[in-house]
């Protein structure tokens, strides 16, 4: 945003006001040099690739590759569940270290809905646990440490393109987990960046890429490579569910003890305003809150319906106990209702 000055007073105050204008510009100029400066891509790669290791999986005559970074001096790491799920009941894990150290790694535990898994190694040698930062916004430089395509401690920069994304990938079978805040970014990302780590300016982890966009032809045959739409979970949530796992062994979430499926306004055609309750669990959450089988859900914490991924966001954010305001219609009567959340965990074996 600029200004235009027009001044009509005499030469010397002028003079004074080109003066202090000469002086802004310079310490702007001098400010972001001293910001670029403390960016610097061969300090954040120096810093933050020792924490990052490459994740090999093997199941079978199948095998793939994934990233993953170090949280402490244990050994523990963290990774996305769908780079390792693929090895869990009979195949192996193997963490490769930046200096070519290969260790046999086991599963500490593993999060299907928010496709987040620790893993554990025996480090022979001293582990750079990898910094949490704080939160980024649109336009900051990133950089995303991993290795894509098997192409191990490879490292590329872009910036934060958006905030708030909410994205479903690949979980365990045929099911999907879903991402909610995601960090987008055009930095790099491709297979193999999964689990991997997105910095920040200092080296901090700011987000762990979990998947990257791709095009597809004019057959609708998909075209490989990055085209700059790349989704990570938020580093502070990553770590939340990355020490329960640590502590527990799983993760809890909270349930609403019902199962909806979206309502599509007739004259429209394609947008949901409601979820229709399709089955209500004896004593759970949605029983109590005084839901019923054929209630529509029209509102969720203050928030329209827009999307059933709603009502698996708020489970998977907040925890049992938390309270959540619905809105709903039965029978054409508007009314509202506090619902406790219950307790609901991903039940799958760890190993």
Not at 74 to 92: C, Q
Not at 222 to 240: E, H, W
Request: glycine share 12%.
């Amino acid at each position: 945003m600029s200004r235009l000055f027009r001044s009509t007073w005499f030469p010397l105050v002028a003079a004074l006001v080109l003066v202090s204008v000469v002086a802004l510009v310079a310490g702007i100029g001098w400010s972001r040099a001293r910001d670029s400066a403390l960016c610097n891509p061969r300090d954040v790669a120096r810093s933050t690739m020792p924490s990052v290791v490459t994740i090999l999986v093997s199941a079978g005559a199948s095998s793939g590759n994934g990233s993953g970074e170090f949280l402490d001096t244990d050994g523990h790491i963290l990774t996305n569940n769908h780079v390792i799920s693929p090895g869990v009941g009979g195949g192996t894990i193997t963490v490769q270290r930046p200096n070519g150290e290969q260790l046999p790694a086991t599963i500490v535990g593993r999060d299907n809905d928010t496709d987040l898994a620790v893993l554990k190694v025996d480090p022979k040698s001293s582990v750079t646990p990898i910094r949490f930062g704080s939160p980024p916004t649109v336009g900051d430089q990133v950089f995303a440490i991993g290795a894509p395509l098997g192409l191990a401690d490879t490292f590329t920069a872009g910036v934060v393109s958006s905030l708030g994304r909410s994205i479903r990938v690949p979980a365990d079978g045929d099911t999907t987990a879903l991402v909610t805040s995601a960090v987008q970014t055009d930095a790099s990302i491709n297979p193999g960046n999964s689990g991997g780590t997105l910095a920040n300016c200092n080296g901090e982890l700011v987000g762990v890429p979990t998947a990257g966009a791709t095009a597809s032809d004019s057959l609708g045959v998909p075209v490989g490579g990055s085209i700059g739409l790349g989704f990570a979970i938020p580093a502070a949530f990553a770590q939340r569910i990355a020490q329960e796992l640590i502590s527990n062994g799983k993760v809890t979430h909270g349930d609403f003890g019902m199962s909806v499926v979206p309502v599509v306004r007739a004259d429209e055609g394609i947008a949901p305003d409601a979820l229709f309750v399709s089955a209500v669990t004896p004593g759970g959450a949605a029983a109590l809150a005084g839901l019923r089988q054929g209630d529509l859900i029209t509102s969720l914490d203050g928030q329209r319906i827009h999307s059933a991924d709603q009502l698996q966001a708020i489970s998977i954010t907040k925890k049992p106990g938390d309270t959540v305001a619905i809105g709903y219609q039965r029978d054409g009567t508007d009314a509202t209702t506090s619902l406790t959340l219950g307790t609901s965990t991903f039940a799958a074996p760890a190993g």
